[in-house]
C-alpha cells in the first residue's frame, strides 16, 4: 500500500520508538516541523474498516442469487465490486497539487489553483478552485486535516494546530 510510514489514516503517529517520524513537534528544532515529516505521495485512502462491508453484502447476494439464480445471479458480482470501488477511492497529494480518484476517473488540482477546502455536512471535503470549481476529494475528512496540511507543506492551514498555539 502507498501509506506514509509511520501515520495511519487518521493522521496519528504510529507508537513506533524506533520510527524518526514519530517525532512530536517538541522535540524538533524550529525549522523542522510537521511539514518535513510527511513523505510524499501521501495517499490518503478510505478506512480499511470499509471492506468489512463486502462480506456482509456478499452474504446479501449469496442468498439473493440462491433464490433465483437465473434472475439474480448477477448479484454475485456485486462484492467484487465494492472491494474495487473501496480499493480505488483515493486522494493523492504530491510537490504539484491534489489528485483525486474516484469512481470513474480522477481529477488533478494544482497547488496554484486551490482556494481553499469546503466541508458540507454528510459529505466529502471538497477542493475549491479559484474560479469556483468544487473537486471532490474522496477519503479526506476533517480529521485528516494535520496529515493534509503536512503534507501540502502548509499550503493547506491545520486548524488544530492553530487552535493549539491560541491555547498557549
Given at each position: 500500500?502507498?501509506?506514509?510510514?509511520?501515520?495511519?489514516?487518521?493522521?496519528?503517529p504510529t507508537d513506533s520508538p524506533t520510527d524518526p517520524e514519530?517525532?512530536?513537534?517538541?522535540?524538533?528544532?524550529a525549522s523542522g516541523s510537521a511539514e518535513d515529516r510527511v513523505e510524499l505521495?501521501?495517499?490518503?485512502?478510505?478506512?480499511?474498516?470499509?471492506?468489512?462491508?463486502?462480506?456482509?453484502?456478499?452474504?446479501?447476494c449469496i442468498i439473493l442469487a440462491?433464490?433465483?439464480?437465473?434472475?439474480?445471479?448477477?448479484?454475485?458480482?456485486?462484492?467484487?465490486?465494492?472491494?474495487?470501488?473501496i480499493h480505488r477511492l483515493r486522494t493523492v497529494v504530491t510537490e504539484d497539487g491534489l489528485t483525486a480518484v474516484g469512481t470513474f476517473g480522477s481529477a488533478a488540482v494544482a497547488w496554484t489553483d486551490i482556494a481553499?477546502?469546503?466541508?458540507?455536512r454528510w459529505s466529502a471535503v471538497r477542493a475549491v478552485t479559484s474560479d469556483g470549481e468544487r473537486?471532490?476529494?474522496?477519503?479526506?475528512g476533517f480529521h485528516d486535516l494535520p496529515r493534509l496540511?503536512?503534507?501540502s507543506r502548509?499550503?493547506?492551514?491545520?486548524?488544530?494546530?492553530?487552535a493549539d498555539e491560541a491555547d498557549s
Open positions: 500500500m502507498a501509506h506514509s510510514a509511520g501515520w495511519h489514516n487518521e493522521g496519528v514519530t517525532t512530536s513537534p517538541a522535540d524538533s528544532d505521495p501521501a495517499v490518503f485512502r478510505l478506512n480499511r474498516v470499509a471492506y468489512f462491508t463486502v462480506p456482509m453484502v456478499a452474504i446479501v440462491g433464490t433465483s439464480l437465473v434472475w439474480l445471479g448477477w448479484t454475485l458480482a456485486i462484492p467484487v465490486v465494492l472491494a474495487v470501488w481553499g477546502l469546503q466541508f458540507p473537486v471532490r476529494l474522496p477519503a479526506v496540511s503536512a503534507a502548509g499550503r493547506i492551514p491545520d486548524p488544530f494546530a492553530a
